[in-house]
C-alpha cells in the first residue's frame, strides 16, 4: 500500500465520521417545523418493498395528507417525489436505537407505518410527531370530505374536479 492510498483511506474514514454531524446541522438549518406543508424526515423499509426506498435510512421532506405520504429525497437518483399512500400506523414511536443514531439526530423518534406492500420506518423531530401523526390520521384534516383520492379519480392523482355553483 503506498502513501497515496493510506491518506485516501484516512479522508474517507474522516467523512465519513463527519457525514452524521453535517446532515444534522444542515437539516437543524432548514428548521424542523411543518412550514409550507413540508416536513423533513427520514424513511426506510422495515419488511416488504416499497418503490423509492431500501433499507437504508433516506433524508427527505414528505408533504403530509390523510393516510398518505408524499416523500422527495434530499440527494440521489432519482429525486423525484414518491407517493406513499394507503398508511396505517402501527404502535407508539420509538427513540433511535444506538445504531440508527449513526444516521439520525437523537431528538427524533421513529414511528412504524404500513402500507399495503411493506412495513416502513419513518423518522421526524419529536415535536413535530404529534401535529404530524394527527394530519396522517385525521380524515377531515385537509378539509375534504374524507375520500381517498384514489376512491376518486382511480389514480391518486392530484386532479381537482370540477365544483357546481351554490344558489346563493
Do not use: Y
Not at 404529534?130 to 391518486?156: I, K, M, T, V, Y
Not at 392523482?157 to 346563493?168: E, I
Amino acid at each position: 500500500m503506498n502513501l497515496l492510498d493510506l491518506l485516501a483511506g484516512l479522508l474517507s474514514w474522516f467523512a465519513d465520521l463527519l457525514a452524521p454531524l453535517g446532515e444534522h446541522l444542515v437539516h437543524r438549518q432548514a428548521g424542523h417545523a411543518i412550514t409550507g406543508g413540508r416536513l423533513g424526515c427520514s424513511l426506510k423499509v422495515v419488511s416488504g418493498r416499497q418503490l423509492g426506498l431500501s433499507t437504508r435510512w433516506r433524508r427527505g421532506a414528505v408533504v403530509i395528507s390523510p393516510g398518505r405520504l408524499d416523500f422527495t429525497p434530499e440527494q440521489g437518483w432519482p429525486r423525484a417525489t414518491r407517493v406513499i399512500t394507503h398508511l396505517v400506523v402501527l404502535g407508539p414511536s420509538r427513540p433511535p436505537s444506538m445504531e440508527e443514531l449513526t444516521w439520525l439526530p437523537a431528538d427524533w423518534l421513529i414511528t412504524e407505518l404500513q402500507t399495503p406492500a411493506a412495513t416502513l420506518g419513518w423518522a421526524v423531530p419529536a415535536r413535530d410527531l404529534r401535529p404530524a401523526l394527527g394530519h396522517l390520521q385525521n380524515p377531515l384534516a385537509d378539509g375534504s370530505s374524507g375520500a381517498e383520492p384514489e376512491a376518486l379519480g382511480g389514480s391518486g392523482s392530484d386532479h381537482k374536479f370540477p365544483t357546481q355553483p351554490t344558489d346563493q
